[in-house]
């Protein structure tokens, strides 16, 4: 049976929930905020189906993409709102098309993370942007295979540990599937999320952050999320912003919207999890590098797309990466795209896991003193100098995305 001895061999895909025939796991929420399975062991039969489809346990072996692009969506519209390039859409697009199904990770009535499945294009809206907070898998995996079983295609998107985990949760190859990961530089706890959530609403709003943590994060009394941005392109696409959209209602029953936008640089959520402070403990030792996941297609930001000779696809609205790894997938590449060598296009992260912050258990333990999010950033985030060549030395140290630019090989 499962037994979580080590919190690093843990990814949290719940393929081992989704498979047990006795439906005697269960996820349970640690003091970090990440979902870990439990068994009860008086109903367990010890069938082993668990282990079987972990995909932490039963790694696949590394693999090299066999053609990799630069690409974007030829509609504008949809390249705005989409992190990068909008490449998913116009992958899913297809699926859709050809009456298929297509999962992907959405905020929930909460504004917390899930995955979810669309069969429209209209559904497709909700899967576009980045979302920094580890999604809830529940039984999609079960989902997707029911309609495998139906013979409808399906194209599932997820982190390189939840295509992992579903490939191992299904046991057998479905020539109908069609999987789609990222370049994953590790997913951030959903509690750091909630409670930076809760800060920036009331500091926006004026309230008294200590009375203010109230159970329904997507209501807040008078306070309404209307949306949230953790790439808006307002400064372009190499410039993103996070950006929160609010509406308030007075006294006298007047709404009024609220719109907090902030550079990346400069917001506290963002650079704690550029500086890796609260990823996933299985981040730091991910089982998914070097392509392991099995994917058809992974895609990520081609940070360093200057650095090619067609300059015409480097206009700063986002360009992807876009890295064919099965002959299948090929036929999904009908977009704006040049190809490029894995080496032009390669990412440190890519293969090699972030390194565990040596602030990371200060960050924790002050979080549990009862300190704010923004508090923490005085004390286990590094600095950001308002001079020009110390905001460069600080740029310079990033492990995380900003190292997606400085840390491409050179030809």
């Not at 859709?96 to 990770?105: E, H, S, Y």
Request: with cysteine; hydrophobic share 35%.
């Amino acid at each position: 049976m499962i037994e979580i001895k080590e919190k690093a061999f843990c990814c949290g895909c719940n393929a081992c929930v989704q498979r047990c025939p006795k439906q005697c796991i269960s996820m349970y929420e640690d003091e970090e905020g990440f979902l870990y399975p439990q068994v009860d062991k008086l109903t367990c039969v010890e069938c082993g189906l668990c282990e079987k489809v972990c995909p932490v346990i039963n790694q696949s072996k590394p693999r090299k993409p066999l053609k990799v692009y630069a690409a974007y969506n030829k509609d504008e519209i949809i390249r705005k709102e989409s992190s990068s390039g909008g490449v998913f859409t116009a992958i899913a697009e297809q699926i859709i098309d050809k009456g298929g199904v297509v999962f992907g990770a959405r905020f929930d009535e909460n504004w917390e993370v899930k995955h979810d499945f669309t069969e429209t294009i209209e559904g497709l809206k909700v899967f576009r942007g980045s979302k920094y907070v580890q999604s809830r898998i529940e039984d999609s995996y079960q989902k997707a295979e029911a309609f495998l079983k139906e013979g409808r295609k399906v194209l599932f998107s997820g982190t390189p540990c939840q295509i992992a985990g579903l490939k191992k949760y299904l046991r057998k190859e479905y020539e109908n599937l069609f999987t789609v990961d990222f370049i994953c530089h590790g997913v951030p706890s959903p509690k750091v999320w909630r409670m930076y959530l809760d800060e920036i609403i009331a500091r926006k709003c004026g309230k008294n952050i200590n009375s203010f943590y109230l159970k329904a994060p997507f209501t807040r009394g008078k306070v309404h999320i209307k949306d949230i941005s953790f790439r808006n392109k307002c400064l372009g696409w190499k410039k993103y912003s996070f950006v929160l959209t609010l509406s308030t209602t007075n006294e006298h029953g007047k709404e009024h919207t609220v719109s907090y936008s902030e550079i990346f640089t400069k917001n506290v959520f963002m650079r704690e999890f550029i500086s890796d402070l609260y990823l996933r403990p299985s981040c730091y030792h991910c089982s998914s590098k070097n392509f392991k996941s099995g994917s058809d297609i992974m895609l990520g930001d081609y940070w360093g797309i200057d650095r090619i000779k067609d300059k015409y696809i480097d206009d700063d609205k986002g360009t992807c990466v876009l890295m064919v790894q099965t002959d299948k997938a090929v036929s999904l590449c009908n977009m704006q795209c040049i190809e490029v060598s894995y080496d032009e296009a390669q990412q440190n992260v890519m293969e090699q896991s972030v390194h565990i912050p040596a602030k990371r258990p200060l960050f924790w333990s002050k979080l549990k003193e009862g300190l704010m999010i923004k508090q923490t950033l005085n004390y286990a985030c590094f600095p950001f100098p308002n001079s020009f060549k110390g905001t460069l030395i600080a740029v310079l140290s990033y492990i995380g995305l900003l190292n997606f630019i400085l840390k491409i090989k050179k030809k």
